[in-house]
T-cell receptor, first 109, second 115 residues
């Protein structure tokens, strides 16, 4: 079966750095997405990785290792507004998106 | 201007009723989707249309029927609503099929509660 695993919840302090991990087992791989979803709102796009390595975009970076079936989202200089759920999603060989359940990130002052 | 808009945002209805959720995108995208997000926050694809043609039809009850009058609209009709249909339904769109990193843009969600 297809599986996306990410921690259910994480807590971090304002101004700190947090890394949210995602491991996947899917039938094929055509890329991995990270989305942010605030409570009661729609998911919004953060990043897309299809090649191994680190992609940096401002305070957010996303890393991919295809051989390990592993990705992480790195958030730096955390702000209170970063409190949200972070969804990992993998595009499988049929170009269907398989979604993880999301990691709820709680930021404390 | 809202890129992907869906209505209604909130819907409370009784078991057995028939209801519709409308979705429109003004991004000029070719592909539209309906997702269901359950209480455990899993986003599950229900349907996907590309240029008004059905390309993904996951295992959902026949009571759910999508209709795409044109490529900017994808409406979801639900017949004989059941308690288990209570969830948040997200409409979404992308420029093409979700490959080559095409970003999926989501609507704001429709909170359906069946009582």
């Amino acid at each position: 079966g297809q599986n996306i695993d990410q921690p259910t919840e994480m807590t971090a302090t304002e101004g700190a750095i947090v890394q949210i991990n995602c491991t996947y087992q899917t039938s094929g791989f055509n890329g991995l997405f990270w989305y942010q979803q605030h409570a009661g709102e729609a998911p919004t796009f953060l990043s897309y990785n299809v090649l191994d390595g680190l992609e940096e975009k401002g305070r957010f970076s996303s890393f991919l290792s295809r051989s390990k079936g592993y990705s992480y989202l790195l958030l730096k200089e955390l702000q209170m507004k970063d409190s949200a759920s972070y969804l990992c999603a993998v595009l499988d060989s049929n170009y269907q998106l398989i979604w993880g359940a999301g990691t709820k990130l709680i930021i404390k002052p | 201007d809202t890129a992907v808009s869906q209505t209604p945002k909130y819907l409370v209805t009784q078991m057995g009723n028939d209801k519709s959720i409308k979705c429109e995108q003004n991004l000029g995208h070719d592909t539209m989707y309906w997702y269901k997000q359950d209480s455990k926050k899993f986003l599950k694809i229900m349907f996907s249309y590309n240029n008004k043609e059905l390309i993904i039809n996951e295992t959902v009850p026949n009571r759910f029927s999508p209709k795409s009058p044109d490529k900017a609209h994808l409406n979801l009709h639900i017949n004989s609503l059941e308690l288990g249909d209570s969830a948040v339904y997200f409409c979404a769109s992308s420029l093409g099929l979700a490959d080559s990193g095409n970003t999926i843009y989501f609507g704001e969600g429709s909170w359906l509660t069946v009582v």
